[in-house]
């Protein structure tokens, strides 16, 4: 979580052509295209004779390669035949018709993908025969609009990626950029990615396995990772996204994990890498590079249990590395202060475990269950003031998969338990400064002392249920499905922090340093400079008034329900047009402010805004629009001509709302800081420590600011009992969130985040694309395409509370009004001459 946010909030609309007009081109060589957000993919084919007249009622015998499953179908009246629900991998189709030789297509299914298994049979001769062909994997997409990618595993065992984690493949897309996750929040360092589309900072990519919502509901990206060894694909949609993907206005990332088959199959893989292996960071340096070791060693196996029924799939992975931090003689701190030279291991350790089991119920049905565990220990901050971060997670995925006839059915329930905590740790040759009572503190001058991020934990617990159906009637695919998913979440984070002193160094001539020198003090010692500042606070970190995760406080409770609708109708052989809409609701959009407790916002909200005082709430009219089409001009499956338009909603993750109950409540449960200027107990009394040397009256007020000036040395045991004080005030204190003013109004407005309005109104963008693929060689497909996401209210952002004095609600005349009754007929000038 990061602290001290600020954020405005606005919104604007635009012509639809207009939003066409300003598209970004995007260009790329397209490997497969693919259309949709499901874990599985589809083959959709047409079937005709030799004049291209449509043959009904052929028989369609789909065989699974790996495992031997069979499915088996007929073409309907327009000659159609689909089979959705795929697991990614090859195929065999054998199409038989009566007068018709048989037809045997060879092809390969990808995630999210509908494969095209279009057949031209030709008619019998006096012997039985069968024509094979095999189809080129990547194939111009005659049937959707959306603007995605898709990597595969022969691809993924051969890319380089850094520190092997399986984000780093969004790299491989146009439009994306992929950073390491201690850029948005320190629970994500080192282990972690986050992956931007199209521009955005990537907090709000959804994220899924298995169709299992893996997304971190708190501060963004994925609470889940897995080993690169144990992904079959990885699917990454940037536009037009399907109606089947969750909440989310910027991007979407699918991962299908592999599974056994019918083969034992396996790999066993290890990587070592050390500073002798790297480039000196100078030709000219003396110095060698510092010690840097990495490590990483897995295996991945899978096979049959029961040959072509029961399937099990391994992987296990392990990661170490240990970089270096180095303070070196005569750098940085060490100029002034040559104590702080040192050198120290920043050591991170990751491991993934994934189990898998598939089962051949039969031909119409198909089920598995896979559990994969995530854990890493990492070190972020620097070696004088370091932080430990743990993460660990464990995931239980059970999907089930039935084809009969025309009609799909597929269900996914998922249980994702994530768990994250961060400590301050000391790292030798440095250890922390402590006043005389022996309590640790973090100066500014040098850098040294326990982290201001630490201590924290988060805990996240999905209970996720999603169902996908289809049915063919005619020339429609009707698709229809809907989401269940419970989120609870408990946060802790103690901003307040340890114990801070801010020092005022400065060297320039006449600064400081030179004063500290010319009345006979050591210039080394950090502790002779004057004192600026202190911070302090209790040992307490929660925003929210609601238990949970065994916390007493800093919970907070969602449940995402959505439903779609959707029709892919085929008009002609060679367009498709495809519509439909999507309806979410979260009831914790926003933190609850009515139901588990009883929240009273300030009457002062409302001088800001009419709907400050109001509780803010999803609506229940977010219903997501989508249209898009596909034509094949020249009907041979070779060009496509595409365009797409979607509205979709932003997802609020809690680190956007984390401080608004914050700011609404009394003090007693979160991370109070105070200062030099004042400082009391969790009932609003003033702290005053008593009189102490050099300071006979005391502290009257909390007021501490007499301290300023003195040097630190001075001052330290002072500094070290009002912290012990702030301690014991909060100890016994016993919480009421209906007791006293909130923080709000104890702080004049000044808090932590925003506080959001009751008229808040929900991000979301709007996605355009159009473009062209043509197949310039089988296996090579060329893809242009425009797109446009136009976002309004991204990224989230807080209301601007003093838009009483924006332009687009000026009141001109009332203005004017009040300016001349101010004035009073005279002139500004006038004015001012007449008000010194």
């Known amino acids: 979580m990061d602290r001290g946010m600020k954020m405005e909030h606005e919104s604007k609309s635009f012509p639809f052509w ?33 004049t291209g007249a449509v043959i009904p009622n052929a028989s369609v015998k789909i065989t699974e390669v790996a495992t031997g499953r069979v499915i088996n179908l007929t073409t309907n009246e327009a000659g159609v035949y689909i089979a959705r629900n795929l697991l990614p991998g090859a195929y065999k189709v054998e199409i038989q ?18 494969t095209r298994g279009d057949i031209s049979l030709k008619v019998a001769g006096v012997a039985a025969e069968v024509e094979v062909v095999a189809v080129a994997e990547a194939q111009v997409d005659t049937v959707r609009h959306q603007v995605d990618g898709v990597i595969r595993a022969r691809q993924i065992d051969q890319f380089p990626l850094n520190a092997r984690n399986f984000l780093e493949l969004a790299v491989l897309e146009p439009g994306v950029i992929v950073r390491d996750g201690g850029n948005i929040d320190p629970t994500k360092v080192n282990a972690y990615r986050v992956v931007g589309v199209a521009g955005r900072g990537g907090t709000g ?38 109606m089947s993907t969750s909440l989310t206005a910027s991007g979407a990332v699918s991962i299908v994990t592999r599974s056994g ?82 050198q120290t291991s920043l050591p991170v350790g990751i491991r993934y475990v994934t189990e898998r089991v598939d089962w051949n119920i039969g031909s119409a049905a198909r089920a598995f269950y896979r559990f994969t565990h995530s854990w890493d220990v990492s070190t972020g901050g620097t070696g004088p003031s370091p932080f430990q971060n743990v993460d660990w997670t464990n995931v239980s995925a059970v999907g089930l998969d039935v084809t009969k006839g025309r009609v799909t059915h597929s269900y996914r329930f998922g249980y994702v338990n994530f768990n994250n905590r961060i400590e301050s740790q000391e790292l030798k040759p440095w250890t922390f400064p402590r ?23 988060t805990y996240q617990d999905n209970f996720d249920n999603k169902y996908d159906g289809s049915w063919v009637y005619g020339s429609h695919t009707l698709r229809f499905g809907g989401q269940i998913t419970r989120f609870i979440q408990g946060v802790f984070a103690n901003f307040a922090g340890p114990l801070s002193i801010i020092g005022d160094f400065t060297t320039g001539p006449g600064g400081t340093r030179d004063q500290v020198i010319a009345r006979g003090g050591d210039p080394k010692n950090p502790l002779e400079y004057p004192l600026i500042d202190f911070t302090t606070g209790p040992q307490n970190g929660f925003f929210t008034v609601a238990p949970a995760h065994n916390l007493p406080h800093g919970g907070h409770f969602n449940t995402r329900l959505a439903w779609y609708v959707g029709d892919s109708w085929r008009v002609r052989r060679n367009l498709t047009i495809n519509f439909g809409t999507r309806w979410s609701y979260d009831t914790g959009y926003f933190n609850d402010e009515t139901k588990r407790v009883k929240i009273k916002r300030p009457p002062q909200l409302a001088w800001f805004t009419p709907a400050g005082t109001r509780s803010p709430k999803m609506p229940k009219d977010r219903f997501g629009p989508t249209f898009g089409f596909a034509w094949d001009p020249a009907s041979d499956g070779k060009t496509s001509i595409r365009g797409g338009f979607y509205l979709a909603y932003e997802i609020n993750i809690k680190n956007n709302t984390l401080f608004d109950q914050f700011a609404l409540i009394p003090p007693g449960i979160g991370p109070d800081v105070y200062d030099s200027t004042h400082v009391a107990g969790p009932d609003g009394r003033p702290i005053d420590i ?25 001052v330290l045991d002072i500094l070290g009992k009002v912290h012990l004080a702030v301690q014991a005030a909060y100890a016994g204190y016993q919480f009421d969130p209906t007791r006293g003013d909130s923080l709000f109004v104890l702080n004049r407005g000044v808090t932590f985040g925003f506080i959001i309005p009751g008229d808040f109104r929900i991000p979301y963008s709007m996605q355009f694309n159009i473009g062209v693929q043509r197949e310039l060689a089988p296996g090579t497909v060329l893809t242009i395409d425009y797109i446009r996401n136009r976002g309004v209210g991204m990224p989230f952002l807080g ?16 203005a004017r009004a009040q300016v001349n009754r101010v004035l009073g007929g005279l002139t500004v000038d006038q004015w001012i001459a007449a008000n010194p």
């Open 18 to 50: 207009f939003g066409l007009l300003a598209a970004a081109l995007v260009v790329g060589l397209m490997v497969q295209p693919i259309h949709a957000q499901h874990p599985t993919g589809s083959i959709e084919g047409l079937v005709t004779d030799p």
């Open 799 to 814: 209301v601007d509370m003093e838009c009483r004095r924006c332009a687009d609600t000026l009141d001109v005349a009332a």
């Open 690 to 714: 008593g009189p102490q040397p050099g300071f006979p009256n005391g502290f009257p007020g909390g007021d501490y600011t007499s301290l300023i000036g003195r040097p630190i040395k001075d």
């Open 97 to 114: 018709a009566s007068g018709f030789r048989t037809g045997v297509l060879e092809l390969t299914v990808f995630v999210g993908q509908v």
């Open 205 to 242: 990519t959804r994220i899924q396995i298995d169709g299992i919502d893996v997304t971190d509901e708190m501060v963004g990206s994925t609470v889940s990772n897995i080993s690169d060894d144990a992904i079959a694909e990885f699917q990454l949609t940037r536009s037009s996204l399907d």
């Open 435 to 457: 006043t005389s009572q022996g309590i640790p503190y973090f100066l500014n001058i040098t850098g040294l002392g326990p982290n201001s991020l630490a201590p924290q934990a």
């Open 261 to 342: 088959g019918n083969e034992v199959h396996g790999s066993f893989f290890y990587f070592g890498r050390n500073q002798k292996l790297s480039a000196i960071p100078q030709p000219t340096s003396p110095r060698p590079n510092p010690p840097f070791h990495r490590h990483q060693l897995g295996y991945r196996a899978g096979g049959p249990f029961v040959k072509d029924k029961l399937f099990w799939f391994s992987n296990w992975e392990r990661f170490y590395q240990a970089d270096q931090y180095q303070i070196a003689p005569g750098t940085g701190v060490a100029v002034w202060f040559p104590q702080m030279v040192g």
